[in-house]
């Protein structure tokens, strides 16, 4: 048992490497060439991802405004990974809803954008798997974020984009049991829905 308490410590304890955001570029309006990686945002103002928008003078009457930070995303990530197909983003809190685009391809969403039933999740941390098949490492990447704020404040808060290598606790589901007789024994459940399987 000591054995196995030992080894769990030491897993948890493992650093990784992980790339941290803190702004990026910014504009009202809802347009969905915006989340094309080739699209030209270079006179989109640039905007801190710690505060709402409406905490930085922006008024959003329409509900949506669109996010796009850019990153090189290093190939050592990739390497890093205990699952090397796979990389988390962690993007913190949007208020309400949002979809995320990486390089053009939808990653994940949260809450339900009109004109569906909008439902919002500002309070859910926002944490997307994204497939290494459409990272460009080691070059610029493009993350664009659609924001659905239904009513003042919206928009990303008290948050940094981080982007991590998976890790065994990300990919692996492991239950400890006694057998009964004062030993114990582990066993791997399942492993993580990566890819959603």
Not at 4 to 24: K, R, Y
Not at 159 to 179: A, C, F, M, R, S
């Amino acid at each position: 048992m000591k054995r196995l308490l030992i080894f769990s410590l030491v897993l948890l304890s493992l650093s990784v490497q992980a790339q941290s955001i803190t702004e990026g570029r910014f504009k009202v309006g809802d347009d969905p060439a915006w989340s094309r990686k080739a699209f030209d945002d270079g006179a989109w103002d640039t905007i801190s991802l710690s505060k709402t928008w409406d905490d930085q003078g922006y008024k959003v009457s329409g509900g949506f405004g669109w996010y796009r930070i850019h990153m090189v995303i290093p190939s050592s990530l990739r390497k890093e990974s205990a699952y090397g197909d796979w990389l988390i983003l962690d993007m913190g809190y949007v208020d309400d809803c949002d979809e995320a685009f990486l390089n053009g391809v939808k990653i994940g969403s949260s809450g339900t954008i009109p004109p569906a039933e909008y439902s919002s999740q500002w309070n859910k941390r926002r944490i997307y798997e994204i497939p290494s098949g459409i990272v460009d490492f080691d070059k610029d990447n493009v993350l664009a974020v659609r924001a659905y704020d239904g009513g003042a404040p919206g928009g990303f808060y008290d948050t940094q984009i981080t982007l991590l290598p998976t890790t065994l606790k990300d990919i692996l589901k492991i239950t400890v049991t006694e057998d009964g007789n004062g030993g114990c024994s582990a066993h791997v459940l399942s492993s993580a829905s990566l890819g959603g399987t």
